[in-house]
């Protein structure tokens, strides 16, 4: 019994890997093509049908190039790096549900335990930078570390109201809570400021000023070549997946979709649409200025968020059921 449970445990960590690979795969692509068309231009067009296969040459690219180490870095934490900020994301994936059931760990605190991972991503992001002995990714590491934690505090607010309303922090129990009507028309102010501080926690524009090439070359990956660097761009995607799927399942009823019945198609698709949503951002918002980010979250989102986070409490008292 007990190894059948762990072979369950070792394929399901399998088919993590793959689906986190596969959507790496997807919105590179999508990503390129979106953004080019936001542009009025094609993207990708020459590497396959509508340069379908560029994340493919793109991974054997990184695959084939040199592996530089500058001089002066802590080899052992410059490898390391990428480990601890893609690991945490993975992690998080094992307790998100796709359907009633279907999740590789479906535990009660589910909640908690996707943002005790999200807590231990600035560490990874300051490793990257610090190791590299680098002052333009070092000067990354601290936007990255200042701006994850101030934007985990509203995000942690508003997570409090959705607990609240659904009296479990299993996300399968959130889920079903909206069977019937989303928590995003219950509370669209709780959504407007998960979605913003889920874009900040991505490191995604407007809110990358961690690689503002702009300013510091590319941040917090400068020094990174080969796949540490495609390991560094795995950890934001697997970030943005993880913001994406917890929108859908906090907010947009996860695999719920009234009248049509539970189907985990319509997770996938909230999923995907919320992505491509956060990739329109990019293509169409400046990058915020750091006091301006910083300003946004402890002037505004952590006041609105306890606000918001007040309203639940009173409406959820006063009316059974909300």
Not at 179 to 202: C, D, H, N, R
């Amino acid at each position: 019994m007990n190894a059948r449970i762990f072979l369950t445990q070792l394929l399901g960590a399998l088919g993590l890997i793959v689906i986190l690979g596969f959507n790496v795969i997807i919105m590179d692509w999508w990503e390129r093509k979106l953004v080019g068309h936001i542009h009025r231009r094609p993207g990708p067009m020459h590497t396959g049908w509508h340069g379908i296969l560029q994340p493919f040459a793109d991974m054997l690219k990184m695959l084939s190039k040199e592996d530089i180490v500058p001089d002066r870095a802590d080899r052992l934490f410059f490898w390391l790096g990428p480990a601890v900020a893609v690991v945490p994301a993975f992690m998080a994936l094992a307790v998100l549900p796709l359907a009633p059931g279907f999740a590789l760990a479906d535990i009660g605190n589910g909640l908690f335990f996707v943002f005790a991972m999200q807590t231990i991503m600035p560490f990874g992001y300051t490793l990257i930078g610090w190791s590299g002995h680098n002052k333009w990714s070092l000067v990354g590491a601290l936007r990255s570390a200042a701006q994850l934690i101030s934007y985990e505090i509203p995000m942690l607010i508003v997570a409090l109201g959705i607990l609240l309303a659904a009296g479990s922090a299993r996300l399968t129990d959130i889920v079903n809570a909206q069977s019937t009507v989303w928590y995003a028309v219950k509370q669209p102010i709780g959504l407007l400021i998960f979605f913003i501080t889920a874009v900040a926690e991505m490191n995604r524009s407007p809110f990358d000023m961690p690689e503002a090439e702009s300013e510091l070359v590319a941040g917090i990956h400068t020094e990174y070549a080969g796949m540490k660097f495609g390991l560094v761009m795995m950890a934001e995607y697997t970030a943005m997946l993880v913001g994406s799927w917890m929108i859908v399942l906090l907010f947009l009823g996860g695999w719920h979709l009234w009248p049509l019945p539970p189907s985990p198609v319509w997770l996938v698709l909230k999923l995907y649409l919320v992505q491509s949503g956060i990739i329109w951002l990019r293509g169409t918002y400046l990058r915020l200025r750091v006091d301006t980010m910083m300003e946004m979250s402890w002037k505004y989102l952590i006041p609105a968020s306890l606000a918001n986070l007040m309203l639940v409490g009173v409406l959820a008292t006063t009316f059974k059921g909300f």
